[in-house]
Protein backbone atom coordinates (compact mmCIF):
# COMPACT_ATOMS: atom_id res chain seq x y z
CA UNK A 1 0.00 0.00 0.00
CA UNK A 2 3.07 2.62 0.85
CA UNK A 3 4.38 1.90 -2.46
CA UNK A 4 0.94 2.60 -4.08
CA UNK A 5 0.67 6.10 -2.55
CA UNK A 6 4.29 7.06 -3.85
CA UNK A 7 2.67 6.89 -7.22
CA UNK A 8 0.29 9.67 -6.13
CA UNK A 9 3.12 12.43 -7.56
CA UNK A 10 1.24 14.91 -8.55
CA UNK A 11 -2.01 17.32 -6.32
CA UNK A 12 -4.70 18.40 -7.16
CA UNK A 13 -4.55 21.46 -9.47
CA UNK A 14 -7.81 23.95 -8.55
CA UNK A 15 -9.24 26.41 -11.25
CA UNK A 16 -10.15 28.89 -7.97
CA UNK A 17 -8.97 29.45 -4.86
CA UNK A 18 -11.88 28.80 -2.77
CA UNK A 19 -12.51 24.87 -1.69
CA UNK A 20 -16.20 24.49 -0.60
CA UNK A 21 -16.35 20.55 -0.49
CA UNK A 22 -14.11 17.62 -0.34
CA UNK A 23 -15.06 13.61 -1.98
CA UNK A 24 -15.69 11.47 0.30
CA UNK A 25 -15.74 7.66 -0.51
CA UNK A 26 -17.91 4.76 0.68
CA UNK A 27 -16.30 1.44 1.15
CA UNK A 28 -17.52 -1.82 -0.65
CA UNK A 29 -14.98 -4.43 0.26
CA UNK A 30 -17.32 -6.64 -1.34
CA UNK A 31 -16.85 -5.66 -4.77
CA UNK A 32 -12.99 -4.38 -3.85
CA UNK A 33 -13.37 -0.71 -2.59
CA UNK A 34 -11.63 0.12 0.27
CA UNK A 35 -10.95 3.78 1.61
CA UNK A 36 -7.22 5.23 2.88
CA UNK A 37 -6.12 8.72 3.91
CA UNK A 38 -3.29 10.48 2.48
CA UNK A 39 -2.28 13.69 4.27
CA UNK A 40 -5.76 14.45 5.68
CA UNK A 41 -7.28 13.48 1.83
CA UNK A 42 -9.30 10.70 1.32
CA UNK A 43 -8.51 8.05 -0.82
CA UNK A 44 -10.80 5.25 -2.36
CA UNK A 45 -8.78 2.50 -3.71
CA UNK A 46 -11.14 -0.29 -6.47
CA UNK A 47 -9.37 -2.93 -7.43
CA UNK A 48 -10.45 -5.42 -10.56
CA UNK A 49 -9.10 -8.01 -12.16
CA UNK A 50 -6.64 -6.60 -14.04
CA UNK A 51 -6.41 -3.09 -13.06
CA UNK A 52 -6.65 -0.67 -9.78
CA UNK A 53 -7.41 2.95 -9.57
CA UNK A 54 -7.57 5.46 -6.74
CA UNK A 55 -8.83 8.80 -6.88
CA UNK A 56 -10.09 11.91 -4.05
CA UNK A 57 -10.82 15.42 -4.83
CA UNK A 58 -12.90 18.46 -3.92
CA UNK A 59 -15.39 20.95 -5.06
CA UNK A 60 -14.24 23.93 -6.11
CA UNK A 61 -17.53 26.24 -6.66
CA UNK A 62 -19.00 25.30 -10.15
CA UNK A 63 -16.40 21.90 -10.31
CA UNK A 64 -15.74 18.90 -8.90
CA UNK A 65 -12.05 18.25 -9.47
CA UNK A 66 -10.79 14.46 -9.23
CA UNK A 67 -7.22 13.31 -9.42
CA UNK A 68 -7.12 9.60 -10.60
CA UNK A 69 -4.71 7.39 -10.70
CA UNK A 70 -4.82 4.38 -13.16
CA UNK A 71 -2.59 1.21 -13.02
CA UNK A 72 -2.72 -1.71 -15.69
CA UNK A 73 -1.97 -4.74 -13.74
CA UNK A 74 -3.21 -6.89 -16.70
CA UNK A 75 -0.07 -9.46 -18.07
CA UNK A 76 0.25 -8.27 -22.06
CA UNK A 77 -3.18 -5.79 -23.02
CA UNK A 78 -2.34 -1.83 -23.17
CA UNK A 79 -5.75 -0.35 -22.75
CA UNK A 80 -6.77 3.34 -23.56
CA UNK A 81 -7.13 5.81 -20.75
CA UNK A 82 -9.19 8.27 -22.03
CA UNK A 83 -10.53 11.53 -19.55
CA UNK A 84 -14.12 12.02 -20.88
CA UNK A 85 -15.25 8.39 -20.51
CA UNK A 86 -15.10 8.48 -16.84
CA UNK A 87 -18.63 8.74 -16.16
CA UNK A 88 -19.85 10.95 -12.59
CA UNK A 89 -23.62 10.35 -11.44
CA UNK A 90 -25.19 12.44 -9.39
CA UNK A 91 -28.24 10.50 -7.22
CA UNK A 92 -31.07 12.09 -5.50
CA UNK A 93 -32.61 11.26 -2.34
CA UNK A 94 -35.08 8.68 -4.16
CA UNK A 95 -32.40 6.76 -5.93
CA UNK A 96 -32.82 8.50 -9.57
CA UNK A 97 -29.20 9.31 -11.15
CA UNK A 98 -28.36 11.50 -13.96
CA UNK A 99 -24.79 11.73 -15.71
CA UNK A 100 -22.60 14.83 -14.87
CA UNK A 101 -20.56 16.58 -17.43
CA UNK A 102 -16.90 15.25 -17.86
CA UNK A 103 -14.99 17.98 -19.57
CA UNK A 104 -12.55 17.16 -21.94
CA UNK A 105 -9.39 18.74 -21.48
CA UNK A 106 -8.74 20.67 -24.53
CA UNK A 107 -11.96 22.47 -24.72
CA UNK A 108 -11.54 22.91 -20.52
CA UNK A 109 -8.57 24.82 -21.22
CA UNK A 110 -9.91 26.90 -24.16
CA UNK A 111 -13.05 27.79 -22.00
CA UNK A 112 -10.49 28.76 -19.28
CA UNK A 113 -8.13 30.65 -22.39
CA UNK A 114 -11.46 32.77 -22.87
CA UNK A 115 -12.12 33.98 -19.78
CA UNK A 116 -8.69 34.83 -18.75
CA UNK A 117 -8.73 36.75 -22.25
CA UNK A 118 -11.77 38.58 -21.09
CA UNK A 119 -10.71 39.31 -17.86
CA UNK A 120 -7.45 40.81 -19.53
CA UNK A 121 -9.71 43.05 -21.75
CA UNK A 122 -11.54 44.20 -19.12
CA UNK A 123 -8.71 45.27 -16.90
CA UNK A 124 -6.66 46.78 -20.08
CA UNK A 125 -10.21 48.46 -21.19
CA UNK A 126 -9.54 50.29 -16.95
CA UNK A 127 -6.03 51.15 -17.51
CA UNK A 128 -6.76 53.41 -20.31
CA UNK A 129 -9.30 54.72 -19.43
CA UNK A 130 -6.84 55.72 -16.24
CA UNK A 131 -4.29 56.85 -18.93
CA UNK A 132 -6.69 59.24 -19.87
CA UNK A 133 -7.04 61.25 -16.78
CA UNK A 134 -3.43 61.06 -15.98
CA UNK A 135 -1.65 63.86 -15.61
CA UNK A 136 -4.67 66.16 -16.50
CA UNK A 137 -5.35 68.97 -14.15
CA UNK A 138 -8.73 71.43 -14.59
CA UNK A 139 -8.77 74.61 -12.64
CA UNK A 140 -12.08 76.40 -12.11
CA UNK A 141 -12.70 80.22 -11.91
CA UNK A 142 -15.44 82.00 -10.29
CA UNK A 143 -15.86 85.82 -10.67
CA UNK A 144 -18.47 89.14 -11.50
CA UNK A 145 -17.58 91.79 -13.39
CA UNK A 146 -19.59 95.11 -12.74
CA UNK A 147 -20.36 97.85 -15.72
CA UNK A 148 -20.20 101.71 -15.21
CA UNK A 149 -23.87 101.51 -14.77
CA UNK A 150 -23.73 99.32 -12.00
CA UNK A 151 -25.00 96.22 -14.16
CA UNK A 152 -23.33 92.92 -12.87
CA UNK A 153 -22.07 90.05 -14.80
CA UNK A 154 -21.14 86.52 -13.24
CA UNK A 155 -18.64 84.47 -15.14
CA UNK A 156 -17.38 80.51 -15.03
CA UNK A 157 -14.53 79.67 -16.11
CA UNK A 158 -12.28 76.79 -16.55
CA UNK A 159 -9.28 75.54 -17.33
CA UNK A 160 -7.60 72.13 -18.55
CA UNK A 161 -4.17 71.18 -18.31
CA UNK A 162 -1.89 68.07 -19.25
CA UNK A 163 1.56 66.59 -17.60
CA UNK A 164 2.88 64.82 -20.43
CA UNK A 165 5.92 63.36 -18.57
CA UNK A 166 3.23 62.53 -15.83
CA UNK A 167 0.87 60.28 -18.37
CA UNK A 168 3.76 57.99 -19.95
CA UNK A 169 4.85 57.22 -16.39
CA UNK A 170 1.16 56.43 -16.13
CA UNK A 171 0.92 54.42 -19.41
CA UNK A 172 4.21 52.79 -18.37
CA UNK A 173 3.39 51.60 -15.18
CA UNK A 174 -0.36 50.33 -16.51
CA UNK A 175 1.15 48.33 -19.64
CA UNK A 176 3.76 46.59 -16.71
CA UNK A 177 0.87 45.68 -14.85
CA UNK A 178 -1.45 44.34 -17.83
CA UNK A 179 1.85 42.42 -18.89
CA UNK A 180 2.31 41.10 -15.47
CA UNK A 181 -1.68 39.96 -15.72
CA UNK A 182 -0.85 38.51 -19.12
CA UNK A 183 2.29 36.35 -17.88
CA UNK A 184 0.03 35.18 -14.19
CA UNK A 185 -3.03 34.23 -16.22
CA UNK A 186 -0.78 32.07 -18.61
CA UNK A 187 1.39 30.68 -15.87
CA UNK A 188 -1.79 29.66 -14.23
CA UNK A 189 -3.17 28.09 -17.53
CA UNK A 190 0.42 25.82 -17.91
CA UNK A 191 -0.37 24.88 -14.08
CA UNK A 192 -3.99 23.42 -14.70
CA UNK A 193 -2.36 21.80 -18.10
CA UNK A 194 0.04 19.91 -16.45
CA UNK A 195 -2.19 18.56 -13.62
CA UNK A 196 -5.07 17.49 -16.07
CA UNK A 197 -5.09 13.87 -17.26
CA UNK A 198 -4.87 13.37 -20.99
CA UNK A 199 -5.76 11.23 -23.81
CA UNK A 200 -2.62 8.12 -23.12
CA UNK A 201 -2.37 4.35 -23.94
CA UNK A 202 -1.22 2.50 -20.50
CA UNK A 203 0.91 -0.60 -21.29
CA UNK A 204 1.28 -3.57 -18.82
CA UNK A 205 2.45 -2.55 -15.56
CA UNK A 206 2.29 0.80 -16.00
CA UNK A 207 0.53 3.35 -14.17
CA UNK A 208 -0.70 7.54 -15.06
CA UNK A 209 -2.74 9.83 -12.85
CA UNK A 210 -3.89 13.50 -13.71
CA UNK A 211 -6.82 15.83 -13.01
CA UNK A 212 -10.61 14.99 -14.05
CA UNK A 213 -12.85 17.79 -13.99
CA UNK A 214 -17.02 17.81 -13.51
CA UNK A 215 -19.36 19.80 -13.84
CA UNK A 216 -20.71 20.64 -10.48
CA UNK A 217 -24.32 19.89 -9.52
CA UNK A 218 -25.86 19.32 -6.15
CA UNK A 219 -27.02 15.92 -5.50
CA UNK A 220 -27.62 13.10 -2.25
CA UNK A 221 -24.62 11.45 -3.31
CA UNK A 222 -22.68 10.41 -6.61
CA UNK A 223 -21.14 7.80 -8.33
CA UNK A 224 -18.29 7.85 -10.11
CA UNK A 225 -17.61 4.96 -12.96
CA UNK A 226 -13.97 4.59 -13.71
CA UNK A 227 -13.06 2.41 -17.11
CA UNK A 228 -9.78 0.34 -17.84
CA UNK A 229 -9.81 -2.03 -20.19
CA UNK A 230 -12.66 -4.52 -20.03
CA UNK A 231 -12.82 -3.48 -16.14
CA UNK A 232 -15.11 -0.68 -14.54
CA UNK A 233 -14.23 0.52 -11.20
CA UNK A 234 -17.46 1.78 -9.86
CA UNK A 235 -17.53 3.90 -6.35
CA UNK A 236 -20.17 6.06 -4.67
CA UNK A 237 -19.03 8.99 -2.56
CA UNK A 238 -20.38 12.23 -0.84
CA UNK A 239 -19.38 15.97 -1.03
CA UNK A 240 -18.86 16.99 2.53
CA UNK A 241 -18.95 20.76 2.99
CA UNK A 242 -16.23 22.93 4.89
Known sequence: MKKLFTLFSFSLVFVSCSTT???????????????????????????EDSSTVAFYGKREKKEIILYVLFINESENKPVNIIPENVKVYGIDHVGSSEQMHTYMPKRYLKKMQNRQNLALALSAFGKAMEDIDAGTSTTTAYGSAYGSDG?????????????????????????????????QAALYRNNVKEGLLMKTTLFPGSHIGGNIIIKYKSYDKYRIEIPVGNDVHKIDFQLIKI
Open 21 to 47: AFVSPEKDLENGVSMYYLEGDEVALSI
Open 151 to 183: TSYNFYGSTTTSDESEKRAAQAENQRELSHEAR
